[in-house]
């Protein structure tokens, strides 16, 4: 095979090709501003590896404090704190019972089972699924006033967008404060904090899902002879489904986490209970709410795949 | 039949107005194949639009079988395109998390007629897709992907059919599976077709009657024989 001769009259790209431009001072001077803004964080963090150093041992001996962790409060029927009156069949199958042992069960399930671990991990699911629906029930609309291409007027659009990114900048911990003073400790008021920061997220992220879908869709489906509902039943719904369904099961699995923190301040679910075995440093029943909510949450996580592998 | 008076398109572009239709007079009869050809930027596309009443012209009036429809709201446009026009894409625009079929019965569902089921499945054996119905339009080649558009397009019953561009991403053997199609249906139903072709063997191969856009204005109008090499020039502007 001959060897490719070169030819010196052919222009080179290379040599015709700009070179790459100089970086300017201003490039240098917004570097060492950078350095300068890391470091003041830095400092302002507090960050000292020192101390970090000598604290591990200390980690170490909390870790130890919760081995083996104490599964006790769920697996002994003590902690349940079943009445006298009722067994355990009574409270679980729903027959009808005597006017006091019904009473008395609904007062278990009330007030009891709760405080449970079981209970406790059941209401933090509760919460989050209640939270999440009704956190949907009003981003759908709302998604579609905040999008450029579906808002009714301009000034809708921008006084939605303006509320939900004033509203999204509260923390679901401060809601929840909020929450408790209003209708009182308990899962309602979880719920509700719940509810209104994922409306506020879910509610931008539908918008933009809008915002991205195919234009030339929904010229097609105008072009059949539909109206502006028609339009975004058949030509917008269907290309944000995915995103809407997907947006959906992951806020899911954050309101769980979320929930378990919510917890701390006396807005129900199991964060409550883990915050009381750690203040009466009870390590090891602690350790056992922590694993009972990774396991939890690791199952949500699966389920929730498992559902958008199926329909997204 | 389709008339136009007058009817222009000026949009702003920058700080420049500038014409992309000048004033154009014209009637299409009905039942026939006219092609629309032209080089790019020459308003085609904004002629099928205006057509569709899916833009509005900045002057003039067009009137689909004696109604104006420059005068129509929304929703008087939207009942008109429903009952007397379909509209072909170059790239299909299919809803893609629905199947084939799914996609045809869209006007059905949207004008709430009945024996929508039936029809569907006829009009993709029409357009040979029966085996495809389920598939969704990722599933599909862009042929077959076309096929589908026109068959709910056809779903709607059209007087009129709109294409723009209809074959420009397609090969040659499937452009002229799609047009084929096209050219049955309008003869055997009646329906009068516009459609904006790129090539001239394509133009030349299926329609009866040709307009020749350059620049916006109308250079060549007449039946297909009629369309010569020296007007093939005039209207891709060719002197060489």
């Known amino acids: 095979m001959p060897e490719p001769t070169h030819q010196p009259n052919l222009p080179d790209i290379l040599l ?4 790459p431009p100089r ?21 302002g963090a507090k960050i000292r590896p020192g101390e970090l150093l000598d604290g591990i041992p200390q980690i170490f001996l909390t870790l130890g404090r919760m081995f083996p962790p104490d599964f006790s409060k769920i697996t002994e029927s003590k902690n349940y704190f079943l009445p006298d009156t009722l067994s355990w069949r009574d409270l679980l199958v729903p027959l009808p019972l005597a006017d006091e042992q019904a009473r008395t069960r609904q007062r278990w399930w009330d007030n009891t089972f ?10 933090t699911v509760q919460m989050a699924l209640a939270g999440t629906f009704l956190a949907l029930l009003v981003a759908f609309p709302v998604g579609f006033l905040a999008a450029r291409n579906t808002t009714p007027h301009r000034f809708v659009y921008y ?26 400790l308990g899962a309602f008021a979880g719920t509700l904090a719940l509810a209104v920061h994922t409306a506020t997220v879910l509610g931008k992220l539908l ?28 030509a917008v ?46 390590y090891q029943e602690a350790a056992a709410i922590v694993l009972v909510l990774i396991a939890l949450v690791m199952l949500v996580d699966y389920l929730s795949s498992r559902l958008r592998a199926r329909v997204v | 039949m389709i008339e136009l008076r007058g009817v222009s398109k000026t949009v702003q572009s920058g700080d420049h107005p500038l014409t992309i239709l000048h004033p154009l007079d014209y009637a299409i009869p009905s039942g026939q194949f006219v092609a629309v ?36 709201t929304e929703d008087g446009l939207a009942k008109l395109r429903g009952e007397k026009i379909g509209f072909v894409f170059q790239f299909f625009h299919l809803v893609p998390s629905l199947t084939a079929f799914e996609n045809v019965l869209i006007p059905m569902e949207i004008s709430g007629r009945r024996d929508a089921v039936p029809r569907a499945r006829q009009l993709l054996e029409e357009v040979g ?24 397009t056809l779903m709607q019953q059209p007087a009129i059919i709109l294409a723009d561009e209809p074959v420009s991403s397609l090969d040659p053997r499937l452009s002229r599976v799609v047009l084929d199609i096209l050219k049955r249906v309008c003869r055997e139903d009646g329906i009068t077709a516009v459609v904006s072709l790129h090539t001239l063997e394509l133009t030349r191969g299926y329609s009866d009657r040709v307009i020749g856009l350059q620049q916006g204005r109308i250079v060549f109008d007449g039946p297909t024989p009629q369309l010569s090499d020296a007007a093939v020039d005039a209207i891709y502007h060719r002197h060489d």
């Open chain 1, 16 to 19: 015709e090709a700009p070179t």
């Open chain 1, 23 to 43: 970086r300017s001072r201003s490039f240098y001077a917004s570097l060492l501003l950078a350095v300068l803004v890391l470091g003041w964080s830095i400092h």
């Open chain 1, 114 to 123: 709760p405080q449970t671990v079981i209970g406790a991990t059941l209401e």
């Open chain 1, 159 to 184: 006084g939605v967008r303006t509320f939900l990114n004033l509203v999204r900048t509260i923390p679901d911990l401060a809601l929840g404060l909020l929450f408790v003073a209003a209708v009182g």
């Open chain 1, 207 to 234: 918008s933009e899902s809008v915002e991205n879908i195919d234009e030339g869709v929904v010229e097609a489906i105008r072009a059949t002879g539909a109206g502006y509902t028609q339009i975004l039943s058949f």
């Open chain 1, 237 to 282: 719904l269907p290309q944000i489904l995915p995103d809407l369904i997907s947006f959906t099961l992951y806020r899911l699995e954050t309101n769980i986490r979320a929930a378990s923190v919510l917890g701390l301040i006396g807005a129900g679910g199991i964060g409550y209970l883990m915050n009381t075995s750690f203040r009466t440093f009870q």
């Open chain 2, 37 to 72: 050809v032209g080089p790019s930027g020459s308003g085609k596309s904004t002629l099928l639009g205006l057509l569709a009443g899916l833009d509005a012209p900045t002057t003039g009036e067009i009137r689909i079988d004696g109604v104006d429809i420059t005068q129509l």
């Open chain 2, 129 to 152: 897709l029966t085996e495809r119905a389920h598939h969704y339009p990722s599933q599909l080649s862009g042929g077959e992907q076309q096929r589908v558009a026109i068959a709910r």
